[in-house]
């Protein structure tokens, strides 16, 4: 391997490693929701779109009210961006999850599949069907090295991400298995009659959960608004599958798993992008999911399920 090649795999590497972690606080969300209800919320996706959309109005907001500080601007845009889309994941619960928790299991997905149309049709009405373009908030990065004019860039915002979700990542983690309300998740994710007759309030528990995933995919999607400086009301769609598939990898209800499964995702697309076609990127990552499944059902991090009798 020559040193132009080299430096083109190493691009790629830092490149997919980006992607892949945004991939992975999304599938965060998936998890964590999962784990409780032993369902998928396939809104989840379209909330990490919205989260984008908001963070771009407060960015222009802050923007024509003459705040010219951007650690300030993207603290107060990611404080309301975090906040707003937490309240579309409370009414997603609220409104598509808690009144068909007893039903038959399907009517939960499908009801979770209405709310997603809605959310895009929602932000295609509202933000037109183009895509929404801003320039770069945190330009530059560090030139690692150059190969026959080649550059390998390490920019700003790629280690923000990174940094941002294994932060995320270890809180979350601390949250899920040291405090009150991790106990609560994890004795709802067991038996929620039982967890009803120690005094958890499950609605409450559940009603967290949902709002901590949407504030999650907020942040991600702030980030990937950041990155890569356009975004359209069908990113959640596109985003939220190869997130769910992340999760699915990694294993479902393993929030290590899900960070894990990201990144596989983000490296298989760029690798794919970038030896291969871009076109058949999705096909190659898909690929790789149905082939660990077969030998690994759980995913990478997953346990089996225990059927409670």
Known sequence: MNGATLAYALQQLINGVTLGMIYGLIAVGYTMVYGIIGMINFAHGDVFMIGAFLSLIALTALSALGITSVPLALAITLILAAAISALYGWTIERVAYRPLRGSFRLAPLISAIGMSIALQNFAQVAQGARDKNIPDVIPGGLELFEQNGFVVLLS??????????????????????????????????????????????????????????????????????????????????????????????????????????????????????????????????????????????????????????
């Open 156 to 309: 700003w915002m790629q280690i923000v991400i990174v940094i941002v979700t294994l932060v995320l990542l270890a809180v979350f983690t601390w949250l899920v298995t040291r405090t009150s309300l991790g106990r609560a998740m994890r004795a709802c994710e067991q038996d929620m009659k039982m967890a009803t007759l120690l005094g958890i309030n499950v609605d409450r528990t559940i009603a967290i959960t949902f709002v901590i995933g949407a504030a999650l995919a907020a942040v991600a999607g702030m980030m990937f608004l950041l990155r890569y400086g356009s975004i359209n009301f069908f990113i959640g769609f596109s985003a939220g599958v190869k997130a769910f598939t992340a999760a699915v990898l990694g294993g479902v209800g393993s929030l290590p798993g899900a960070v894990i499964g990201g990144l596989a995702i983000g490296l298989i697309e760029a690798f794919w992008s970038g030896y291969a076609s871009a076109q058949y990127k999705d096909v190659a990552a898909f690929s790789v999911l149905i082939v660990v499944l077969i030998f690994m059902p759980t995913g990478l991090l997953g346990r089996a399920d225990v059927e409670k009798v």
